[in-house]
T-cell receptor
Framework: QKEVEQNSGPLSVPEGAIASLNCTYSDRGSQSFFWYRQYSGKSPELIMSIYSNGDKEDGRFTAQLNKASQYVSLLIRDSQPSDSATYLCAVKGTGNQFYFGTGTSLTVIP | GAVVSQHPSRVICKSGTSVKIECRSLDFQATTMFWYRQFPKQSLMLMATSNEGSKATYEQGVEKDKFLINHASLTLSTLTVTSAHPEDSSFYIC??????????FGPGTRLLVL
């Protein structure tokens, strides 16, 4: 079992819709969770971090964390074509190591 | 967010030569730096983790004698690809972490070995 699992996609949503990206992790003791966005040919950039159960909102982005279910998600409201990218979920495990998912490719269709 | 730079951004070299890539944290002290490799349309692959002043920890399958990592200061880590071959052509990305939880990525170095 991989440490962090994501659906590779591709996920396609129409412009203006909500894009929902999901991630599960195996280390129950993990405390820190991150979402990165990677445009084709570029390096990842941090979008959000979340540490507590519940929702954390930043502009059009909402991260949701459920530690009991070992599940973290990213919602993108009012999706724009410029949101088309690969989204990477990262988890900092109890051993202080970072684990990245393989990423979900998102395409926002104008 | 914190700024991490990489140099060079792109390098083309002949097979058999060595290439050095620098990773710098510009506005924070990076106690830990990570080196990744990414092939086209594939996910990030962690190559090694380096802590300032100590030897790097390499992931399984990564040859430490081929990919030399030096983390001599809190703001600089270098990756040297020794005796590069065409199969080493890839996108090499570093990231850095200081006292905070978050990893910040450099812009990456695209290596092409002819």
């Amino acid at each position: 079992q991989k440490e962090v699992e994501q659906n590779s996609g591709p996920l396609s949503v129409p412009e203006g819709a909500i894009a929902s990206l999901n991630c599960t992790y195996s280390d129950r003791g993990s405390q820190s969770f991150f979402w990165y966005r990677q445009y084709s040919g570029k390096s990842p950039e941090l979008i959000m971090s979340i540490y507590s159960n519940g929702d954390k909102e930043d502009g059009r982005f909402t991260a949701q964390l459920n530690k009991a279910s070992q599940y973290v998600s990213l919602l993108i409201r009012d999706s724009q074509p410029s949101d088309s990218a690969t989204y990477l979920c990262a988890v900092k495990g109890t051993g202080n190591q970072f684990y990245f998912g393989t990423g979900t490719s998102l395409t926002v269709i104008p | 967010g914190a700024v991490v730079s990489q140099h060079p951004s792109r390098v083309i070299c002949k097979s058999g030569t060595s290439v050095k890539i620098e990773c710098r944290s510009l506005d924070f002290q990076a106690t830990t730096m990570f080196w990744y490799r990414q092939f086209p349309k594939q996910s990030l692959m962690l190559m090694a983790t380096s802590n300032e002043g100590s030897k790097a920890t390499y992931e399984q399958g990564v040859e430490k004698d081929k990919f030399l990592i030096n983390h001599a200061s809190l703001t600089l880590s270098t990756l040297t690809v020794t005796s590069a071959h065409p199969e080493d052509s890839s996108f090499y990305i570093c990231s850095a972490r200081g006292g905070m939880e978050t990893q910040y990525f450099g812009p990456g170095t695209r290596l092409l070995v002819l």
